[in-house]
């Protein structure tokens, strides 16, 4: 993305701020709330129509947010970019935080606000009141200095390349050398990696400790006695508590452990050698070379495409757009910070993917996942309510694992034969890893933000412990540094605190959806689609409903779940 993306989308035309304003500084910014704090709301008919005016005044600067972020992630060592993005963090988001929340109270204060229909604002009212509840004018500074840490993880992981094979490489780039049939190659390569990765192992530390600081002061701010009690409210976790993350432990280390660990004995016995190593986890058992699913980017995507053509046309003309329009950034490339994710462009109401594709598996997964996401913001895109142009994490997420697992039967457009066999081993695969690997991360914090003296030493010693709980058989003799500072390579620890229970919850609804489309494809992704347009509009339980899944993260469902991706992996076994 080359630049800011502030055009206006001629099917969504502004209505209350002026048409060319790119609101791109305060000054440009401050009157639209000054005329949204002086407006009527004492009718019903008075109070929508001047939510509709405060929405749109969220989508033009949540457009020019996403368009800075979306740069600077695209070239983290663009010094512009940084500086861009950084203006909007210190100079504008912090002056908008407390007018928002002026308008949060104007809201809640109205004589209307009880009068609206309940089944079309319950869920608005709930958010709109625990905004104002948790509001604390002395977090604003905290939330910046907090965005600047981020950003500086950005920054340090974006830079960590290597040189292999004759060239500099990303981390992700080298990442398809651990596919490699030659064991020694993909030690070699591990641990070049796992060195750079070292190497700014302090500076995250550095990071990471003044970001819990941050947040930890946040909480104190707001009332709560530690960071995990806040965040639960301002995540508005309403449908769920604590003590069913620790169910979801739980039910991940007795249904899905088992598994995980009876696959890698499975890998190390047709590997022929002693110990599992970390190295040996992404290669071929049966000394294949690694998967190709295409190319180049382009051919990834025109597959994708056919793959969503399949499913329902719709989908795969709604994907083919997101190419024309320029809203794919594919590629990885030193600079480019780590990861995927899909944003949203609200006032044009479009999707923009990010990945770094590298050329193996793992990116039609991601591409794939991402893509969901996408289909999720087109569905819900002509809500007038920005809030509602969105869904809780825990059902986002069932979006795109879910359209992970609805594409599974069509790897075929990427593979045959044995390939075809792999491609689908390593969907299920991934899904048995990560079970309890966000156990992991999501047990970590909510020791973490709970414990708030701990030490360096007491973080090192508990995830350990964790890994020893929720971990595979390989074996880091050697490496015991290395295994210590996992979690620096969890960028939701640094970025996103808290979210990440939220795979785990999403994961258990995909799975969902893939066994009823084992039943019935079209009435599975029927479903699918009828609750990707609900948008945010209502409750957690009622989208998982709207789906025909379960909102249950406990052993009862992981269970029978878990008993049918073995069953799975056993037949593709055969």
Request: aromatic share 10%; proline share 5%; hydrophobic share 35%.
């Amino acid at each position: 993305m080359d630049k800011e993306s502030t055009t206006v989308a001629p099917e969504f035309p502004r209505r209350f701020v002026r048409v060319g304003d790119p609101l791109s500084s305060w000054e440009q910014i401050e009157p639209y709330f000054d005329r949204l704090e002086q407006a009527p709301t004492n009718t019903p008919a008075e109070l929508d129509h001047w939510m509709q005016q405060r929405s749109e005044l969220a989508s033009c600067i949540h457009q020019v947010a996403t368009g800075r972020y979306v740069r600077m992630t695209c070239q983290t060592d663009d010094a512009e970019r940084k500086a861009a993005y950084l203006d909007f963090v210190e100079n504008i988001d912090p002056k908008c935080k407390p007018r928002w929340h002026a308008l949060d109270r104007k809201f809640a204060a109205s004589p209307a606000a009880d009068k609206l229909p309940a089944d079309r604002f319950e869920v608005f009212r709930r958010s709109v009141r625990t905004r104002v509840e948790l509001f604390r004018e002395e977090n604003i500074p905290l939330a910046v200095e907090e965005a600047k840490l981020e950003q500086r993880y950005q920054e340090i992981s974006g830079a960590m390349t290597v040189q292999f094979d004759g060239r500099e490489q990303t981390l992700p780039q080298l990442s398809i050398y651990l596919e490699r049939t030659d064991r020694a190659v993909r030690q070699q390569v591990w641990e070049l990696s796992t060195r750079r990765r070292l190497q700014d192992a302090d500076a995250l530390e550095d990071v990471f400790d003044e970001l819990f600081r941050l947040r930890h002061r946040i909480a104190r701010n707001a009332g709560f006695p530690d960071y995990r009690a806040y965040v639960f409210k301002a995540k508005e976790r309403f449908d769920y508590t604590p003590d069913d993350c620790m169910a979801y432990h739980d039910a991940a280390e007795r249904s899905c452990v088992p598994v995980l660990r009876r696959e890698s004995e499975v890998r190390r016995n047709t590997l022929g050698v002693d110990v599992l190593r970390p190295w040996d986890l992404s290669v071929d058992v049966k000394g294949r070379p690694p998967l190709k699913p295409c190319a180049d980017t382009r051919e990834l995507v025109d597959k994708c495409a056919r793959v969503f053509d399949r499913l329902d046309p719709e989908l795969g003309r709604q994907f083919r757009s997101l190419g024309e329009r320029g809203d794919l950034d594919l590629d990885s490339r030193k600079g480019k910070a780590p990861g995927g994710y899909q944003s949203t462009f609200h006032e044009s109401r479009r999707p923009f993917i990010f990945m770094n594709a590298v050329g193996m598996q793992r990116d039609v997964r991601t591409l794939l996942h991402e893509a969901g996401h996408a289909f999720h913001t087109l569905a819900c895109r002509l809500d007038p309510l920005i809030d509602y142009r969105g869904a809780p994490m825990e059902f986002s997420e069932v979006a795109s694992m879910a359209m992970e697992m609805l594409a599974y039967e069509h790897y075929n457009l990427f593979y045959g034969g044995e390939e075809l066999e792999r491609a689908k081993r390593s969907q299920l695969e991934g899904v048995v890893s990560v079970l309890p690997w966000i156990a992991t991360i999501d047990a970590f914090q909510h020791w973490m933000y709970t414990n708030p003296d701990h030490t360096r030493d007491d973080r090192r010693a508990k995830w350990l412990e964790l890994n020893k709980r929720f971990g595979g058989l390989e074996d880091y003799t050697g490496h015991e540094e290395s295994l210590a500072r996992g979690w620096h390579r969890q960028l939701h620890l640094f970025e996103a605190p808290f979210y990440y229970i939220e795979y785990g919850i999403a994961q258990l609804g995909a799975l969902q959806v893939w066994q009823n489309a084992q039943r019935d494809p079209s009435a599975a992704l029927r479903h699918y689609r009828a609750a990707l347009a609900l948008g945010g509009s209502r409750p957690l339980p009622d989208l998982f409903t709207a789906a025909d899944i379960r909102f249950d993260f406990s052993r009862a469902t992981l269970q029978p779940l878990m008993d049918s991706v073995q069953k799975e992996l056993d037949s593709l076994r055969d």
